[in-house]
């Protein structure tokens, strides 16, 4: 990698034990260099930028006071860990960022012992920090040894009821632990909720560092019947003016509001912390996303997730759009069945840009609810709305679903309620890797009783299944869909109303029958190009249900042909399991039908570019010709040629 910026300090550190020998005013130098080297290097790669520069202040105050990777320091969601990737020895692999066989987007314990914990979800990090400070005191045999535990979390993340779990675990054990609260006012969208605007007031008053001065001579002037002792004075002032009250609530020694920019504040209290602490502290700093680049700065978003971009400018180099985005079809399409339906409303958790419902909340704001990194409260909280007689969709990555798995399953499923779930991000994604695909929600969708699970084979079937879903309240719901562009079919005006557990024949063939369920159909196709030409011609049919399953459709599928073939984008247990349960209770084997099942493999697949992820599946074109041939017991085209 060649650095095409001035950094000198920066060029002599090979990792953080090097930060020990700066004096104060050259870790201050250290800290502009780093943020210079960390756009130069988003630059090139594209990433997460606005979440990094953030926190280059940060960064560098606790490389230079603890002690990774003995202490350990936990980033939650990690996607501000570039320039704590670059302080740990891994300068010279940030051109590979995100790409296959480089380094993660993200903290990853097999990528450096200075990832203590991997991450990607958001509000993690306190309960890994008190697992590892436990850890410690109970004598645990760590390889990197045993210090202190630092979660730094933001206030988006603070969101999450895991969060408090955490903290109120951490409260009652008592155990030491550093939690430092980064309080950017925005995580990947401006955060919402009473959290929020509590952080607002705590900083809102005089700098904490004025307050504790203050706090020394209280007494005298205070008000006569306060003056019963210093201890008192001191608690009254700091929650009058501090007000810090919630987390002490918890068991928490509360220090801040402080500017986390600003090394002359972060340092000495950091040194004060891991000299003094002895149960779990908070420490409240207060930062600017994509702080120190204006076009982040500048932007809506303060550049949370960018492609490569020209340095000077901020420009983006995104390629050309040959189709609109599954995402646009379906906020789209959700706005067309909301203008006929006033009892439609839409959820989402943080993600509104994400998920196309910043597009719904323009046009329906009392209709539209962010509930903040909070997918648990987002999942139940659609189920009242639907028993209140709403019809509301709740838009979440996949990934991100899981997250609230057991109120889909208990707050929704068992009391049949017509929740409809958008589930954006379906199957694999590319850069951001394993830890964001949407390889599960077929199979822990469609074991559940009553619900209706459908995947879009391309942009058209997508409208359809989103008026499908408004039309649906017999239970709840579920359509999915992936990231990026949609296959360049031509849309209808409107979505029609699919009837329910219907799939549909794409073009009939002899022999082998290929079932496709989802985006997947259109690999089929190519597959189905190349087998043509070798005097093979599969009967294709799009199952668009995997629950209920169209027991018509693939009990004829399997009569008429020697070999049925299904295929998705989701893990064992999914759609091809479904399918094989029908055929074994109907005695189909019985009669010698060769059935396979293409599925994603039993790995996590790191990242990539997505079709080389499918590759590694081994669902592309190609892997569906090779099944093709060798369940026709041809054993390659050549012998066919």
């Known amino acids: 990698m060649s650095h095409d910026t001035d950094t000198p300090l920066l060029d002599t550190v090979s990792s953080p034990a090097d930060l020990k020998r700066f004096s104060d005013a050259q870790l201050e130098q250290l ?22 520069l953030g926190v280059v202040e940060l960064t560098v105050a606790l490389h230079a006071i603890f002690d990774a990777p003995r202490d350990k320091i936990i980033w939650d969601v990690s996607h ?21 066989n480089g380094l993660s987007g993200f903290t990853k314990r097999t990528e450096s012992p200075y990832d203590p914990f991997g991450a990607a979800h958001s509000s993690t990090s306190i309960s ?117 009250t919630l987390f002490e609530a918890l068991g928490f020694s509360y220090v801040g509001p402080i500017d986390g920019h600003d090394l002359d504040q972060l340092l000495p209290i950091l040194r004060t912390v891991k000299d003094r602490a002895h149960g779990p502290t908070l420490i409240h700093i ?16 303060r550049g949370h997730a960018r492609a490569k971009f020209d340095v000077l400018t901020g420009e983006q180099k995104k390629s050309p759009s040959n189709a609109p985005s599954y995402t646009r079809v379906f ?38 609810f962010d509930v903040g990194i909070a997918e648990q409260h987002g999942v139940t909280f659609c189920a009242a709305l639907a028993a209140g007689g709403m019809k509301p969709f709740c838009a979440m990555y996949s990934t991100f679903l899981q997250r609230g798995y057991d109120q889909v399953v208990h ?39 009553g619900f209706v699970v459908m995947a879009a084979a391309d942009e058209a079937e997508l409208k359809h299944m989103v008026a499908t879903a408004a039309a649906h309240d017999d239970g709840p719901i579920a359509f999915r869909y992936p990231r990026g562009e949609g296959q360049g079919v031509e849309l209808p005006d409107r979505g029609e109303v699919l009837e329910i ?35 093979i011609t599969p009967t294709v049919a799009d199952a668009r249900f995997a629950k209920p399953l169209d027991r018509e459709l693939i009990l004829e599928l399997a009569r008429e042909h020697e070999a049925l073939i299904t295929i998705e984008e989701g893990a064992v247990g999914g759609f091809g399991s479904h399918v094989a349960q029908l055929l074994a209770e109907e005695e189909v084997f019985d009669h010698g039908l060769k059935f396979r099942s293409m599925v994603l493999p039993d790995i ?22 090779t099944k093709v041939l060798n369940v026709l017991g041809v054993a390659s085209l050549g012998k066919r040629a």
């Open 128 to 244: 890994a920090a008190l697992g590892f400070a436990v850890a410690r005191d109970l004598g645990g045999a760590c390889d990197t040894g045993a210090g202190d535990a630092i979660a730094v979390i933001g206030d988006g993340a603070m969101s999450a009821g895991m969060a408090y779990e955490a903290m109120n675990n951490a409260g009652a054990l008592g155990k030491r632990l550093i939690v430092i609260l980064n309080d950017n006012e925005m995580s990947i969208a401006p955060p919402v909720g009473a959290m929020s605007s509590y952080l607002s007031q705590l900083y809102a008053g005089a700098p904490f560092q004025d307050l504790k001065q203050a706090a020394k001579g209280a007494v005298s002037f205070l008000p006569e019947p306060f003056r019963e002792g210093a201890k008192r004075a001191k608690d009254m002032l700091k929650g009058m003016a501090i007000g810090g």
């Open 331 to 368: 906020a789209d399409a959700l706005l067309q069945e909301a203008a006929q339906d006033p009892l439609i409303c839409a959820v989402t958790a943080a993600m509104p840009d994400g998920t196309g419902l910043d597009l719904f909340a323009e046009r329906y704001p009392s209709r539209t």
């Open 604 to 625: 996590f697949i790191d990242q990539a570019s997505p079709a080389r992820m499918y590759d590694v599946a081994g669902l592309s074109a190609k892997d569906i010709v």
């Open 31 to 52: 800290a502009n260099e780093l943020r210079r080297d960390t756009i130069a290097a988003v630059s090139r790669t594209g990433g997460h930028l606005g979440a990094g």
């Open 501 to 535: 557990g219907k799939g549909r024949m794409i073009q009939n063939g002899s022999r082998v029958a290929i079932l496709s369920f989802g985006t997947r159909l259109g690999e089929v196709m190519a597959a189905c190009e190349t087998l043509a030409g070798k005097g």
């Open 286 to 301: 207060v930062t600017r996303k994509g702080k120190g680049y204006p076009p982040a700065e500048d932007a809506a978003d």
């Open 411 to 449: 707050d929704v499923a068992i009391q049949r309620l017509p929740v409809r779930f958008a589930i954006d991000r379906a199957g694999l994604v590319g850069a951001d890797g394993a830890t964001h695909a949407g390889s599960y929600d077929i199979a822990y969708l469609a074991n559940l009783p």
């Open 80 to 100: 501000q860990c570039y320039p704590h990737k670059i302080l740990t020895g891994r300068r010279a692999q940030m051109d590979t960022l995100r790409q296959e």
